[in-house]
């Protein structure tokens, strides 16, 4: 028996095969499938062709945003995916795609097979008040459902999981800023295993720098373009898909290309990229009153030592001391890029969300890493 993840990015497709064991969650196969921009419902085809020896028992999927509604991982219904959909105005780039997924494996697999869904924003249930909230009138907020979500919170839960791990003689891991880099980009201060702030908000458009999407921007802005002429179907295209470092650069969203490039505008695009993450940093260190970690995940985060450098530099005087051999060693592979000395620990974690996705979901199913025969009985 064995649970077949589904990871949709905005650009990736991550399909992981897992067998529980009595040891735990054992790895069978990966796919990872880049530069993914219309559905292509093969590739699915295609890897579980390749595993027909197993019996895919569970299906596991990646939604971004979940609203207030999924505020815990959910078994997947008629009701659950219209939900789903409801919310795809406000994450375009993501529940769509995952929409899609469901629906493809559910044609490929056949109705009965149970499918779960876990929420990206769900990691972020309890932030505080102060912030989640936005400056706008209350009862507003109350009707639409205007607050600041959050995401990336699989991927920055399992950065947590593997600090955690590594450093169990600090309590819940104390005080951590995990950076999750690639086409799409967050941060997350968190206290003790609590998040307590996150750059993206209302949207995955909100905060750092991203491939396409543009991140902070003064709200004016949009009603400025709009009085200009644009709709907003055409200003929606620009900022997630047309913005970020492809915008500035007008080149390409690939930090590896505009990194290779000698043009001002791929160096402006960098700059800013990893300027907005200090400034972040800087912003996080205030909140937490100092850090213990700060964790580097993503395609950028793990494979880029000259990004990791940039964002660091000149932080010796906030306890940040990096490793230059160290940093430009660790690509692709667990590392701490800190010098010894260095009063705040820089780790680069490969962010495992396909683990993390199927542990949240065998809790929903209330079943164990070797009994999920009876996951429709056991769904909440």
């Known amino acids: 028996m064995s649970i ?17 064991t009595d040891d735990g969650l054992l790895l069978v196969a990966q796919a990872h499938h880049q530069n993914v921009v219309v559905h292509n419902p093969s590739l699915l085809t295609d890897f579980i062709t390749s595993i027909d020896e197993h019996e895919i028992t569970l299906l596991v999927h990646r939604v971004v945003h979940g609203g207030t509604r999924f505020t815990h991982p959910s078994l997947i219904d008629a009701q659950a995916e219209a939900e789903i959909e409801q919310l795809s105005v406000l994450a375009p780039l993501h529940n769509r795609p995952a929409l899609a997924w469901i629906r493809s494996a559910r044609d490929l697999l056949g109705e009965k097979l149970p499918q779960v869904a876990v929420f990206d924003s769900a990691f972020y249930r309890s932030l505080p008040l102060v912030a ?45 800023i995990s950076i999750q880099l690639g086409s799409g980009c967050s941060i997350t201060a968190i206290d003790h295993g609590q998040p307590m702030d996150t750059s993206m908000g209302f949207s ?61 505008e791929a160096a402006l695009a960098v700059d800013l990229y990893c300027y907005r993450v200090r400034k972040y940093i800087g912003a996080y260190l205030t909140i937490l009153g100092g850090a213990d970690a700060i964790l580097f995940g993503g395609g950028v985060g793990e494979n880029s030592p000259r990004v990791r450098a940039r964002v660091l530099q000149n932080m010796a005087w906030l306890g940040i001391e990096l490793d230059v051999d160290k940093n430009e060693t660790s690509s692709e592979v667990e590392a701490m890029i800190s010098k010894e000395k260095s009063d705040i620990e820089v780790r680069v974690i490969p962010v495992d969300e396909a683990r993390v996705m199927v542990e949240q979901a065998l809790e929903v199913i209330d079943a164990g890493g070797s009994a999920i025969k009876n996951v429709t009985t056991h769904a909440e």
């Open 204 to 264: 995955p458009l909100e905060g750092l720098v991203m491939a396409t999407r543009c991140g902070d921007v003064d709200p004016t802005v949009v009603a400025y373009l709009q009085q200009s002429g644009l709709n907003l179907d055409e200003i929606e295209q620009l900022l997630n898909r047309e913005s970020g470092l492809l915008g500035v650069s007008g080149e390409s969203g690939d930090m590896r290309v505009l990194l290779a490039s000698d043009s001002p």
């Open 4 to 20: 077949l993840t589904i990871n949709a990015g905005s650009s990736s497709l991550r399909l992981t095969l897992f067998a529980p």
């Open 132 to 176: 989640q909230s936005y400056a706008l009138p209350q009862l507003l907020s109350q009707q639409y459902q205007i607050r600041r979500y959050g995401f990336h919170g699989i991927a920055h839960q399992a950065m947590l999981n593997r600090w955690q791990a590594l450093r169990p003689n600090i309590k819940n891991g104390g005080r951590v």
